[in-house]
């Protein structure tokens, strides 16, 4: 079970907005940033946004992160069949003293 | 551009030490911006993050409280690398395993298969 919760599956049309949301806690989204990454079958995961909200150089500008609370969220607009891949959030655990990640959202291009 | 490329074994006996290294390049171990992570990631687990060494003018490691007593995270300066060691190792340390820099850079990965 992962310390953070991400909704297993989710989906949508070539072209529509899709998001996934990360539900922690006080002691890891409450008080740290979140990272976002996309991992595509046989690969290491890919940093899509980092510190909530930012985003490598390389990345598009479709894909954005937003935090409140305990609580984030990864928007991926203007859906493209290459973004169906599995999306992981993460953060640093002040009570574990030590990074967690969610379960994984495998998103599927309809 | 920060690089990572790890080496190791991709078959360790159970009760012996998983060793795996990952040799860093664009960047030193010594950074005081960087933190060098492990992590695996298997189908009953997910992602699990291992653990971290990192020099703020002297070293320091965090270790998740899972693998805590059987893992030691080390740099090693003069390849500019860092490595790790998981001790004791049983059938369900077998996973895919990660290097990383600040969770934003990552190797390419290591499949360890823990069989005899």
């Known amino acids: 079970q992962s310390v953070l919760t991400q909704p297993p599956s989710a989906s949508g049309t070539p072209g529509q907005r899709v998001t996934i949301s990360c539900s922690g806690s006080t002691s890891n989204i409450g008080r740290n940033t979140v990272n976002w990454y996309q991992q595509l079958p046989g690969t290491a995961p890919k940093v899509l946004i980092y510190?909530?909200?930012q985003r490598p150089s390389g990345v598009p500008d479709r894909f954005s992160g937003s935090k409140s609370g305990t609580s984030a969220s990864l928007a991926i607009s203007g859906l493209q069949s290459e973004d169906e891949a599995d999306y992981y959030c993460?953060?640093?655990?002040?009570?574990?003293?030590?990074?967690?990640f969610g379960g994984g959202t495998k998103l599927t291009v309809l | 551009q920060v690089q990572l490329q790890q080496s190791g074994p991709g078959l360790v006996k159970p009760s012996q030490t998983l060793s795996l290294s990952c040799a860093i390049s664009?960047?030193?171990?010594?950074?005081?911006?960087?933190?060098w992570s492990w992590i695996r990631q298997s189908p009953l687990r997910g992602l699990e993050w291992l653990g971290r060494t990192y020099y703020r003018s002297k070293w320091f490691n965090d270790y998740a409280v899972s693998v805590k007593s059987r893992i030691t995270v080390s740099p090693d300066t003069s390849k500019n690398q860092f490595s790790l060691q998981l001790r004791s190792v049983t059938p369900e340390d077998t996973a895919v395993y990660y290097c990383?820099?600040?969770?934003?850079?990552w190797g390419q990965g290591t499949l360890v298969t823990v069989s005899s």
């Open positions: 990383a820099r600040n969770l934003q850079v």
């Open positions: 510190d909530n909200n």
């Open positions: 993460a953060a640093w655990d002040d009570s574990l003293t030590g990074w967690v």
């Open positions: 664009g960047d030193s171990v010594s950074s005081k911006s960087a933190a």
